[in-house]
């Protein structure tokens, strides 16, 4: 089959240069690039809650905040966690209560229309912990609704099985922080005709965390007993170890904020850390305060129609993969925007001892991190992502450049998981009994190994010269093998789906050397083939995480369709029409600007609970697959 013809390759080339220069084009004078973080509406809705509790009502935001939460409300009153998913509940109650609280009448259609839409979706007692919790701080239900998240945690030893360290660190981040405001048990007074008792189907003796059998059925059981014999003691007046304990943690919040104030650079740990300091009476005149609200600022996004909060920001993950989308398509390695690119990301190397030394005491700080300001907070997938760009790249100072890829890469090899995978930000983070606790519904208290991190270090230790022997390298590959489904596909952790898990599993295992003409390698070329959309494209709803029927489903996005098809590039499938056909599906999504738009979320925080748009992911994706596609053709061409 003949796929090379003068003008496909003109088109081809065409289309990677106009994405060339679009990218070009939004990099920042510093070198890096950054996007906005797209995910639900409650990381919005509750700073409107932050603001009531802390006595801090802006109205000028509010009243953005309540345009963008209208804006997005669906019309069937609803609001989602993902473009295109269904009601959440959680995202629903929590917009209906900031808007009610932003002063919006619940007799507009708007919130006649979520009031149905929470209802039909099983009320208010179907939210999370976390939800729960903000009703209950605003005196809408009993704080004995909600599950105990006793603060006495942080005097827990380091080898207890229930340490705050066996916690992932976003969990970590924001349940220290959490627990002295919990201890408080505030109530926050409202305006009249704030509240939101018309949500209420029943009484709060309906809502809390029921046992389904005998204490020692499960673990689930076992800790809904503990939670009520918790609760029970917490209403004691003798509390030992209250006072040296909310010392402990409120001492651990303060260590854990950064120099320029943010916190873990996430929202729910930026906010809840916030509310600990106000609860425990620290002065809003005060530094730490100041700089706190200030990292909060910087994660605000103004819009014409309204104002929102990111969950987060991702300069150095956006940077590394625009300039490796860059370089892919033919940029030279020493073009003047990859060494601005570079040097701005080797200046943002963490070199401080953070959360994972409590595991890993032996190794030498070398990190990168995803947001601007996190120290404390490295982590895996972005080291890797850094250190393959890094490795590319021709500095004119070559020899601070070594010196700080070595520093990093041996941190990274350090943080290798027993198992042989790699983790996000911890090292062997797996104790499942946590996520049975009754605060843990979001399902998110683990950090463990996955396959796409661990195809990403393996792409890594590939370009860099490391042999499949190597036993850490062996160790991996046992690991990616052991993680790959029936089907042929691997489930992903950090994008949606199995495409993305698919892609990085099977370009680590090509980038190490492994023979991709072995059966269980053919068995996940034909599941790419397989889920192939008509159009030519790929894509997956992020409901695949909780349907597997839908596994590799969905619309066709630019992002998803990229990751396919540097999967099987990497299998070496360049002559497969399937691989044509997605290249054809990018060249003629790509507008006259050179970028791609897809309304999907391609990105995963926690599966079935949080998702993330990256807005530059339809744009850099895009870019290195059509650029792997060229360099792969180009080579079959000179062989031929």
């Known amino acids: 089959m003949e796929i090379s013809h003068t003008g ?46 802390t006595e801090t009502v802006d109205l ?56 149905k839409s929470i209802f039909e979706n099983g009320g208010i007692k179907g939210t999370r912990v976390f939800t729960k919790i903000f009703l209950a701080m605003f005196g809408q239900i009993s704080w004995d609704v909600c599950p105990a998240v006793p ?60 046992s389904d059998g005998p204490i020692f059925a499960s673990w ?57 300091y106000h609860y425990e009476g620290i002065s809003k005149d005060d530094p730490k305060w100041i700089k706190g609200c200030e990292a909060v600022e910087r994660f605000l996004i103004y819009k014409k129609d309204g104002m929102f909060l990111q969950a987060c920001v991702s300069p150095l993950w956006d940077s590394a993969i625009a300039a490796n989308a860059l370089y892919d398509s033919g940029m030279p390695a020493d073009h003047p925007a990859l060494v601005r690119a570079a040097k701005w990301i080797l200046s943002k190397q963490v070199v401080k001892r953070g959360d994972w030394a409590i595991k890993n005491p032996q190794a030498t700080p070398g990190g990168w991190a995803f947001e601007f300001y996190n120290e404390l907070y490295p982590d895996c997938d ?4 850094i250190l393959i760009f890094l490795n590319k790249i021709k500095l004119p100072d070559s020899c601070d450049k070594l010196k700080e890829f070595e520093r990093a890469l041996s941190w990274l090899l350090t943080m290798q998981c027993k ?5 996000a930000f911890d090292l062997d983070n797996e104790k499942e009994i946590l996520n049975q606790v009754p605060f843990a519904d979001h399902g998110a208290m683990l950090d463990p190994p996955t396959a796409d991190v661990t ?28 993680k790959q489904e029936s ?99 990018l060249l003629n999504k790509q507008a006259l600007d050179g970028s791609w738009y897809e309304d999907e979320f391609t990105g995963t925080g926690f599966p079935m609970h949080f998702f993330i748009k990256y807005h530059m992911y339809q744009h850099f994706f895009p870019l290195m697959a059509l650029g792997k596609y060229r360099s792969a053709l180009r080579s079959l061409n000179l062989k031929k």
């Open 382 to 385: 972005d080291t890797a992502e």
């Open 220 to 276: 689930r059981n076992f800790f809904i007993y503990l939670d009520k014999l918790i609760k029970f003691v917490g209403k004691s007046k003798w509390k030992p170890f209250r006072k040296r304990a909310l010392k402990k943690a409120l001492d651990w919040v303060i260590e854990h904020q950064e120099e320029q104030g943010d916190f873990g650079g996430i929202q729910p740990a930026m906010l809840n850390s916030l509310l600990a």
């Open 8 to 53: 496909f390759e003109d088109k081809l080339n065409s289309a990677m240069h106009q994405s060339q220069n679009f990218l070009l084009s939004r990099q920042t004078e510093k070198g890096y690039w950054v996007d906005e973080l797209e995910s639900n509406a409650t990381i919005t809705a509750e700073l409107i809650f932050f603001m009531y509790f």
């Open 419 to 423: 198992s042989g995978g790699w983790a």
């Open 151 to 210: 603060v006495e945690i942080v005097l827990f030893k380091n080898w207890f099985a229930l340490n705050i360290y066996e916690m992932s660190s976003w969990s970590r981040g924001t349940v220290v922080p959490l627990s002295i405001v919990i201890s408080h048990k505030p109530v926050c007074s409202l305006p009249e005709g704030r509240g939101v008792k018309e949500l209420f189907a029943s009484g709060d003796k309906e809502l809390g965390f029921e």
């Open 487 to 585: 089907d042929g596909s691997w489930w992903g952790r950090w994008g949606v789906n199995y495409i993305y898990g698919s892609w990085l599993a099977l370009t680590g295992l090509a980038s190490i050397g492994e023979n991709m003409n072995q059966p269980y390698v053919r068995c996940a070329v034909k599941w790419f083939e397989k889920h192939q959309n008509e159009d030519g494209g790929w894509g997956e709803s992020c409901e695949s995480y909780k349907n597997p029927a839908l596994r590799g489903k969905g619309n066709s996005t630019a992002s998803q369709t990229a990751w396919a098809i540097m999967g099987m590039l990497a299998c070496g499938e360049v002559e497969n029409l399937a691989v044509k056909r997605g290249v054809e599906f």
């Open 455 to 482: 195809g990403r270090v393996l792409w890594l230790l590939g370009k860099i010269g490391f042999k499949k022997n190597h036993p850490k390298v062996l160790k991996a590959i046992s690991f990616l093998k052991g």
């Open 60 to 115: 000028e935001k509010q009243s953005k905040i309540s345009n963008y939460l209208l804006r997005t409300q669906r019309k069937d009153g609803s609001w989602p966690l993902f473009f295109g998913g269904p009601c959440d509940i959680n995202s629903t109650v929590e917009s209906y209560m900031a808007l009610k609280l932003a002063g919006i009448s619940e007799d507009r259609p708007e919130m006649i229309r979520a009031r």
